[in-house]
C-alpha cells in the first residue's frame, strides 16, 4: 500500500529547533518530488519546501521566503526518505507538517500548488511557544 509516514514534531520554544521526517514507499526509484506543506486551522496549505530526486546526482531544493536560512530539507535516498531541520523557529511556524510526494520533476511553483502532489501523509503538529 503506498503510503508516506511522517515522524518528528512536538512542541519547543521560540529560537529551538525540531526535525520532520518523512519516508515514502510509493516512487522507490528517481523522479520524485518531495514536499514539506503546513496547514493552520482555517487557513490554506502553504508550501515550506521541495526536493527533488532525479538522477544519481541531481536534486534540486525549493523554500518557501518565510523559511529561507533556517529550514534545510534533504534526503536519504537509500531510505527513501526526506527530512526538514528546521531551526530558529518562531511562534508563526506553529502548525500541522504535511509530506506530500509526485512523480516527476520539481519546480519552485510547486509551493504553490500543493493540488499537484499525489500522495499526502497523516501530518504532524510542530506547536512554537513564544
Known amino acids: 500500500q503506498a503510503q508516506l509516514v511522517e515522524s518528528g514534531g512536538g512542541s519547543v520554544q521560540a529560537g529551538g529547533s525540531l526535525s520532520l521526517s518523512c519516508a515514502q514507499s510509493?516512487?522507490?526509484?528517481?523522479?520524485?518530488?518531495m514536499g514539506w506543506f503546513r496547514q493552520d486551522p482555517g487557513k490554506e496549505r502553504e508550501g515550506i519546501a521541495a526536493?527533488?530526486?532525479?538522477?544519481?546526482?541531481?536534486?534540486?531544493?525549493y523554500y518557501a521566503d518565510s523559511v529561507k536560512g533556517r529550514f534545510t530539507i534533504s534526503q536519504d535516498r537509500s531510505k527513501n526518505t526526506v527530512y526538514l531541520q528546521m531551526n530558529s523557529l518562531t511562534p508563526e511556524d506553529t502548525g500541522v507538517y504535511f509530506c506530500?510526494?509526485?512523480?516527476?520533476?520539481?519546480?519552485?511553483?510547486?509551493?504553490?500548488?500543493?493540488?499537484?502532489?499525489?500522495?499526502w501523509g497523516q501530518g504532524t503538529q510542530v506547536i512554537v511557544s513564544s
Open positions: 510509493i516512487y522507490t526509484y528517481f523522479d520524485v518530488c
Open positions: 526536493i527533488y530526486r532525479g538522477d544519481s546526482s541531481g536534486s534540486g531544493t
Open positions: 506530500a510526494a509526485r512523480g516527476g520533476v520539481c519546480y519552485p511553483s510547486v509551493l504553490f500548488n500543493p493540488q499537484i502532489f499525489s500522495y
